[in-house]
């Protein structure tokens, strides 16, 4: 049980492109989702929190407007990346709440050309 | 506010070696205290938690931790480690009010 997917596992896009990642809670359900973002050979940097039916909670320096997220139901949290740039290139990892713990997506490696 | 520190940041053991992942934390009273384990290019795979009750908990692949209130502490250990065991390891807190806090990770190595 608790386990969380996300899609796609890695893209490569064009500099100038929107990138919509899918966080998905299978087996249970999430009011609250996280993402994260992890460079390499460091600890995951929390983003922003997903609230369904309310709008995210971004942590300071995320910006809104370029990190969007949407939580339109109990299983599903989308963060797409607008207008994306090599400086986003990054592992973007979800996490969906059940009960107090955190069950962790396997991640999606975004590559921007 | 809460933190979390982990005081290696790489550790190196021989394969059949005991293992003894280091973990303090602050925080005002007992937070949910957890484990997880990351292999190169994936998510974190939970390994145990502790929430209340026996102060030694015990999660998969043979590992267990013990939480000690006076010092602060929720180590981690394995008696026996094994090759597939090599990967990153994060201790984290969490307080029902925050989001989850995170050490910096221990890289662990194992060596034939």
């Known amino acids: 049980g608790a386990v969380v997917s996300q899609h796609p596992s890695w893209v490569i896009c064009k500099s100038g492109t929107s990138v919509k990642i899918e966080c998905r809670s299978l087996d249970f359900q999430a009011t609250t989702m996280f993402w994260y973002r992890q460079f390499p050979k460091q600890s995951l940097m929390l983003m922003a929190t997903?609230?369904?039916?309310?709008?995210?909670?971004?942590e300071q320096g995320v910006e809104k407007d370029k990190f969007l997220i949407n939580h339109a139901s109990l299983t599903l949290s989308t963060l797409t990346v607008t207008s994306a740039h090599p400086e986003d290139s990054s592992f973007y990892i979800c996490?969906?709440?059940?009960?107090?713990?955190?069950?962790f997506g396997p991640g999606t490696r975004l590559l921007v050309l | 506010a809460q933190s979390v520190t982990q005081p290696d940041i790489h550790i190196t053991v021989s394969e059949g070696a005991s293992l003894e992942l280091r973990c303090n934390y602050s925080?005002?009273?007992?937070?949910?205290l957890f484990w997880y384990v990351q292999s190169p290019g994936q998510g974190l795979q939970l390994l145990l938690k502790y929430f209340s009750g026996d102060t030694l908990v015990q999660g998969i692949k043979g590992f267990e931790a013990e939480f000690k209130r006076s010092q602060s502490s929720f180590n981690l250990r394995k008696p026996s480690v094994h090759w597939s065991d090599a990967a990153e390891y994060f201790c984290a807190v969490y307080s029902g009010n925050t989001p989850l806090v995170f050490g910096k990770g221990t890289r662990l190595s194992v060596i034939a």
């Open positions: 997903s609230n369904e039916g309310s709008k995210a909670t971004y």
């Open positions: 925080y005002g009273a007992t937070p949910y």
């Open positions: 996490s969906a709440l059940g009960g107090e713990t955190q069950y």
